[in-house]
Protein backbone atom coordinates (compact mmCIF):
# COMPACT_ATOMS: atom_id res chain seq x y z
CA UNK A 1 0.00 0.00 0.00
CA UNK A 2 3.07 2.04 0.71
CA UNK A 3 4.95 1.88 -2.49
CA UNK A 4 1.07 2.06 -4.45
CA UNK A 5 0.65 5.75 -2.67
CA UNK A 6 3.99 6.89 -3.39
CA UNK A 7 4.93 5.18 -6.90
CA UNK A 8 3.41 7.96 -9.39
CA UNK A 9 6.23 10.06 -7.32
CA UNK A 10 9.40 8.63 -8.39
CA UNK A 11 10.97 9.90 -10.88
CA UNK A 12 14.18 7.54 -12.83
CA UNK A 13 17.41 9.31 -12.44
CA UNK A 14 21.01 9.27 -13.83
CA UNK A 15 23.48 9.20 -11.12
CA UNK A 16 26.32 10.51 -13.24
CA UNK A 17 30.13 10.30 -11.50
CA UNK A 18 30.36 13.28 -10.10
CA UNK A 19 27.17 15.14 -9.57
CA UNK A 20 25.97 16.55 -6.29
CA UNK A 21 22.90 15.50 -5.40
CA UNK A 22 22.73 17.06 -1.84
CA UNK A 23 24.73 20.53 -1.04
CA UNK A 24 26.39 21.41 2.54
CA UNK A 25 23.80 24.96 3.72
CA UNK A 26 21.38 24.18 1.02
CA UNK A 27 17.58 23.57 1.59
CA UNK A 28 16.95 19.32 0.04
CA UNK A 29 14.34 19.82 -2.74
CA UNK A 30 14.41 15.79 -3.33
CA UNK A 31 15.77 12.34 -1.85
CA UNK A 32 17.54 9.92 -3.61
CA UNK A 33 16.88 5.90 -3.95
CA UNK A 34 19.85 4.51 -5.71
CA UNK A 35 19.01 1.12 -6.98
CA UNK A 36 22.98 0.95 -8.69
CA UNK A 37 25.93 3.12 -8.35
CA UNK A 38 27.40 4.79 -4.90
CA UNK A 39 26.84 8.18 -3.59
CA UNK A 40 30.08 9.54 -1.02
CA UNK A 41 28.99 12.05 1.77
CA UNK A 42 31.62 13.82 2.08
CA UNK A 43 32.93 16.67 4.93
CA UNK A 44 34.73 19.44 3.52
CA UNK A 45 37.37 21.22 5.71
CA UNK A 46 39.07 24.76 4.60
CA UNK A 47 41.79 24.13 2.42
CA UNK A 48 41.55 20.45 2.58
CA UNK A 49 40.04 18.03 0.15
CA UNK A 50 36.72 16.88 0.77
CA UNK A 51 36.63 13.43 3.30
CA UNK A 52 34.42 10.54 2.73
CA UNK A 53 32.56 9.92 5.90
CA UNK A 54 29.61 7.79 4.63
CA UNK A 55 28.45 5.96 1.33
CA UNK A 56 25.49 4.91 0.45
CA UNK A 57 24.29 2.52 -2.46
CA UNK A 58 21.29 0.79 -3.14
CA UNK A 59 20.31 -0.12 0.58
CA UNK A 60 19.48 3.34 1.27
CA UNK A 61 18.65 6.84 0.54
CA UNK A 62 20.09 10.21 0.31
CA UNK A 63 18.96 12.79 2.05
CA UNK A 64 17.76 11.26 5.65
CA UNK A 65 18.67 15.17 7.57
CA UNK A 66 15.72 15.87 5.49
CA UNK A 67 13.83 13.77 8.38
CA UNK A 68 15.57 15.60 11.38
CA UNK A 69 15.25 18.65 9.96
CA UNK A 70 12.28 19.22 8.70
CA UNK A 71 11.08 20.71 5.13
CA UNK A 72 13.09 24.24 3.87
CA UNK A 73 16.06 23.17 6.41
CA UNK A 74 19.65 23.59 5.61
CA UNK A 75 21.32 20.56 4.91
CA UNK A 76 24.00 19.53 7.40
CA UNK A 77 28.19 20.65 6.39
CA UNK A 78 28.11 17.84 3.97
CA UNK A 79 27.64 17.46 0.70
CA UNK A 80 26.55 13.89 -1.18
CA UNK A 81 28.26 13.49 -4.45
CA UNK A 82 27.89 10.57 -6.91
CA UNK A 83 31.04 8.34 -6.88
CA UNK A 84 30.60 5.45 -9.13
CA UNK A 85 27.74 5.98 -11.57
CA UNK A 86 24.10 3.88 -11.61
CA UNK A 87 20.77 4.64 -11.61
CA UNK A 88 18.23 6.10 -9.20
CA UNK A 89 14.87 7.16 -7.74
CA UNK A 90 14.22 10.64 -6.62
CA UNK A 91 11.29 12.11 -5.00
CA UNK A 92 9.97 15.77 -4.01
CA UNK A 93 11.24 16.53 -0.61
CA UNK A 94 7.46 17.51 0.36
CA UNK A 95 5.98 14.17 -0.76
CA UNK A 96 8.97 12.11 1.19
CA UNK A 97 8.67 14.24 4.44
CA UNK A 98 4.46 13.89 4.31
CA UNK A 99 4.80 10.14 3.79
CA UNK A 100 7.47 10.22 6.86
CA UNK A 101 5.09 11.76 9.46
CA UNK A 102 2.24 9.16 8.55
CA UNK A 103 4.24 6.85 10.24
CA UNK A 104 3.89 3.82 8.97
CA UNK A 105 6.05 0.91 7.19
CA UNK A 106 8.31 3.71 5.07
CA UNK A 107 8.56 5.89 8.56
CA UNK A 108 10.53 2.92 10.62
CA UNK A 109 12.44 2.05 7.11
CA UNK A 110 14.08 4.84 7.18
CA UNK A 111 14.61 5.72 10.62
CA UNK A 112 16.62 2.15 10.99
CA UNK A 113 19.14 2.98 7.92
CA UNK A 114 19.04 6.39 9.25
CA UNK A 115 20.54 4.24 12.97
CA UNK A 116 22.83 2.38 10.34
CA UNK A 117 24.31 5.12 8.32
CA UNK A 118 24.82 6.66 12.50
CA UNK A 119 26.64 3.24 12.96
CA UNK A 120 28.78 3.71 9.66
CA UNK A 121 29.75 7.14 10.03
CA UNK A 122 30.94 6.45 13.40
CA UNK A 123 33.17 3.77 12.77
CA UNK A 124 34.82 4.87 9.57
CA UNK A 125 35.54 7.88 12.09
CA UNK A 126 37.13 5.45 14.49
CA UNK A 127 38.83 3.17 11.84
CA UNK A 128 40.69 6.55 10.55
CA UNK A 129 42.13 7.22 14.11
CA UNK A 130 42.92 4.10 15.12
CA UNK A 131 43.77 1.67 11.73
CA UNK A 132 46.51 0.99 9.82
CA UNK A 133 46.40 2.54 6.22
CA UNK A 134 46.02 -1.10 4.79
CA UNK A 135 43.27 -2.17 6.84
CA UNK A 136 41.49 1.22 5.84
CA UNK A 137 42.16 0.44 2.04
CA UNK A 138 40.64 -3.58 2.41
CA UNK A 139 37.86 -1.70 3.87
CA UNK A 140 36.89 1.04 1.95
CA UNK A 141 37.46 -1.74 -1.10
CA UNK A 142 34.82 -4.26 0.67
CA UNK A 143 32.82 -1.81 1.47
CA UNK A 144 32.35 -1.02 -2.56
CA UNK A 145 31.90 -4.38 -3.23
CA UNK A 146 29.16 -4.85 -1.08
CA UNK A 147 27.49 -2.20 -2.77
CA UNK A 148 28.38 -3.16 -6.16
CA UNK A 149 27.93 -6.10 -9.15
CA UNK A 150 31.65 -6.84 -10.00
CA UNK A 151 34.87 -6.92 -8.39
CA UNK A 152 36.06 -4.45 -10.48
CA UNK A 153 36.18 -0.44 -9.71
CA UNK A 154 37.25 2.74 -11.96
CA UNK A 155 39.24 4.67 -9.56
CA UNK A 156 42.51 6.25 -8.57
CA UNK A 157 44.75 5.94 -6.25
CA UNK A 158 44.56 10.00 -5.98
CA UNK A 159 40.93 8.97 -5.88
CA UNK A 160 41.18 6.72 -2.84
CA UNK A 161 43.42 8.43 -0.78
CA UNK A 162 41.55 11.96 -1.28
CA UNK A 163 38.16 10.12 -0.21
CA UNK A 164 39.96 8.20 3.16
CA UNK A 165 41.93 11.77 3.93
CA UNK A 166 45.56 10.55 3.51
CA UNK A 167 48.92 10.59 1.27
CA UNK A 168 48.52 9.20 -2.27
CA UNK A 169 51.86 7.74 -2.17
CA UNK A 170 50.53 5.60 1.18
CA UNK A 171 47.87 4.48 -0.36
CA UNK A 172 50.39 3.54 -3.54
CA UNK A 173 52.20 1.57 -1.44
CA UNK A 174 49.32 -0.41 -0.59
CA UNK A 175 48.19 -1.25 -3.93
CA UNK A 176 51.62 -2.60 -4.51
CA UNK A 177 51.12 -4.07 -1.33
CA UNK A 178 48.22 -6.36 -2.06
CA UNK A 179 49.16 -6.58 -5.85
CA UNK A 180 52.34 -8.39 -5.13
CA UNK A 181 50.65 -10.84 -3.00
CA UNK A 182 48.01 -11.59 -5.73
CA UNK A 183 44.82 -9.93 -4.35
CA UNK A 184 44.20 -7.45 -6.69
CA UNK A 185 44.71 -6.57 -10.45
CA UNK A 186 45.56 -2.45 -10.71
CA UNK A 187 46.23 -0.80 -13.76
CA UNK A 188 45.85 2.70 -14.81
CA UNK A 189 42.90 3.67 -13.27
CA UNK A 190 41.20 0.32 -12.58
CA UNK A 191 41.17 -1.89 -9.79
CA UNK A 192 39.54 -5.24 -9.75
CA UNK A 193 39.59 -7.55 -6.71
CA UNK A 194 41.25 -11.05 -6.95
CA UNK A 195 40.73 -12.10 -3.81
CA UNK A 196 38.36 -11.34 -1.66
CA UNK A 197 38.50 -13.77 1.12
CA UNK A 198 42.57 -12.17 1.14
CA UNK A 199 41.19 -8.78 1.56
CA UNK A 200 39.20 -9.84 4.25
CA UNK A 201 41.80 -10.94 6.03
CA UNK A 202 43.93 -7.91 5.91
CA UNK A 203 40.91 -5.63 6.65
CA UNK A 204 40.34 -4.33 10.23
CA UNK A 205 36.93 -5.68 12.06
CA UNK A 206 35.69 -2.40 11.23
CA UNK A 207 33.88 -3.61 8.49
CA UNK A 208 32.39 -6.56 9.81
CA UNK A 209 30.83 -4.71 12.46
CA UNK A 210 28.98 -1.64 9.88
CA UNK A 211 28.00 -5.15 8.04
CA UNK A 212 26.29 -6.60 11.28
CA UNK A 213 24.28 -3.42 11.57
CA UNK A 214 22.96 -3.12 8.42
CA UNK A 215 22.16 -6.58 8.47
CA UNK A 216 20.33 -6.36 11.79
CA UNK A 217 18.60 -3.18 10.69
CA UNK A 218 17.74 -3.60 7.38
CA UNK A 219 18.30 -6.88 6.79
CA UNK A 220 21.12 -6.76 4.09
Given at each position: ???????????P??L?C????T???????????????????????????????????????????LL??????P???R??????PG????????????????G?????W???F??????????????A????L?????????????R???????????????????RR?????????L??????????GY?E???????E????????V????????L?A
Amino acid sequence: MDYLRLEPHLEPFGLYCGIVLTESGAPITHVYFPTEGIVSVLVELENETPMEIAFIGNEGMVGTSLLLGGLGAPAPLRRSVVQVPGQAYRMRAEILFAEFARGGKLCHWLLRFTQALITQVAQIAACARHHELEAQVCCWLLHRLDRLASDDLHVTHKEIASLLGVRREGVTQVACNLQEAGLIRYARGYLEVLDRVGIERRACECVHVIQKEYARLLGA
